[in-house]
């Protein structure tokens, strides 16, 4: 019995060496760990700075990370997300792309997702946002949008600093919309993604 305990915990602590590990912020109000292997992963996030119990919120997605060429990145994600209190629900497909035109100097990115949201129903978001970096780990992006900061599609045009290190993805990005409106507010948001892996960490 011994020696099978072994070999399991020596077969994990392999799994576990070539695994990716994250801890990210979204929008400044979603926070979530991530677990990846063998480009897939699964992320779980939840809602930050709000102090009622029941209207947090929670949610599960699971990606698949591939080439297309040596300049051409994709990934594809599914998501379910409820309140605590399962006064709403959505779901849906998160597609990215992620293109270098010159090397790692200028890249294009573009992202749609297609959801539902229980109160909302079926809304179609959008991204696309061009990124020029003078440094190698410096950078600074803009584009338009309407992926929903929270909930509601809203267009707005964005711009921002990237700061892209071998462990660490932060992207300060203030973004205004294109229409007035009594919710329509200039906003400035944090995004970071930092990741740790046991096989770099442990060499």
Do not use: C
């Amino acid at each position: 019995m011994k020696v099978i305990f072994s070999i399991l915990f020596l077969a994990l602590t392999l799994y576990a060496s070539e695994a990716e590990f994250s801890i990210a912020m979204r929008n400044s109000k979603y926070g979530s760990i991530g677990f990846e292997y063998n480009d897939i992963g699964v992320v779980y996030e939840n809602s930050v700075f709000i102090d009622v119990l029941e209207k947090q919120y929670a949610r599960l997605l699971i990606y698949h990370d591939f080439s297309w060429t040596d300049r051409i990145e994709l990934r594809y994600s599914l998501y379910y997300g409820t309140r605590y209190n399962q006064d709403y629900y959505d779901y849906g497909g998160i597609f990215e792309i992620n293109t270098r035109i010159i090397k790692h100097a200028l890249q294009f990115s573009g992202i749609y997702q297609p959801y539902y949201d229980s109160d909302l129903e079926i809304s179609h978001g959008y991204s696309v946002a061009l990124s020029l970096f003078p440094l190698s780990e410096v950078g600074v992006t803009g584009g338009i949008r309407n992926i929903p900061d929270y909930r509601e599609t809203e267009r707005r045009v964005f711009a921002g600093l990237v700061f892209d290190t071998p462990h660490l993805l932060l992207q300060p990005i203030i973004s205004t919309p294109l229409r007035s409106g009594a919710k329509s507010v200039t906003r400035l948001t944090i995004n970071f993604v930092y990741r740790l892996s046991l096989l770099e960490n442990g060499s």
